[in-house]
């Protein structure tokens, strides 16, 4: 009977060296499962057009690894760097900018900013600088004299790239959450043509909030902008 308990005693102990070293092996393999990242080869400074041969692609494990990034170095060449970028330095879309700082505009181009009344009509807080956006009015504030105005409106806001978020003190709203302690959004501020700020104006008093399209993917938002522009034939100036 001794021998029989012993027998039992050393095979629950076995089976919970079993279930503890498989619990181990998944949370490593998990821990170390891999992704593929874009990284500085090089020092890209600020303002800097990107390029392929500037570029990298690694293996990295996804702990710790940042949210917005990307493995695929198409959505990152011909974007500029919106700050100092050092080398193995990984590419995140907050680095990045569509244009070159101090860009002349073109092509009928203007900046022009919204304000926003409060956190969530900035998506909480995270739009960036290079975010395709799509204008939206809250429900609640259109009104029947507001909806038809606004339908033909909003049918030229579907896709507006994101120039940059500020916030009360007049700093980026990033650079607030540092030096502040505050980083809320007050202004954002679009890359517009006269057709669609006269869209916004249209849209008068209403509250106006943001919906996130696209990040990242310097293909998807040129395709999503000439989109726009599309529609824009339709729109009476």
Known sequence: ?????????????????????????????????EELVVRAKVEIPSGTKITASMLETVEMGKKGLPVNITGNTAQIVG???????????????????????????????MLYSVAVKNLADSVSGK????????????????????VSTS???????????????????GQSANAASTSSGSNQPATVTLYVNQKQISALAALGQNEIAFALVS?????KAKELLANQDALLQGVQP
Not at 22 to 31: D, E, K, L, R, V
Not at 100 to 106: C, D, F, I, K, Q
């Open 79 to 109: 974007a500029y760097a919106a700050t100092e970028i050092q080398p193995h330095d990984i590419i995140t879309s907050g680095k990045l900018s569509g244009h070159a700082p101090g860009e002349t505009l073109s092509d009928g181009k």
């Open 151 to 169: 339908s033909e409106s909003l049918n030229a806001l579907q896709y507006v790239e994101v120039e940059g978020v500020t916030a009360s003190n």
């Open 127 to 146: 739009l960036q600088s290079s975010d395709i956006v799509q204008v939206v009015v809250p429900a609640q504030n259109t009104g029947n004299n507001a």
């Open 1 to 33: 009977m001794k021998l029989k308990k012993t027998t039992i005693g050393a095979l629950c102990v076995a089976a919970a060296v079993a279930v503890g070293g498989a619990q181990w092996f998944a949370a490593n393999t998990a821990s170390s499962a």
């Open 215 to 219: 990040r990242g993917d310097a293909a």
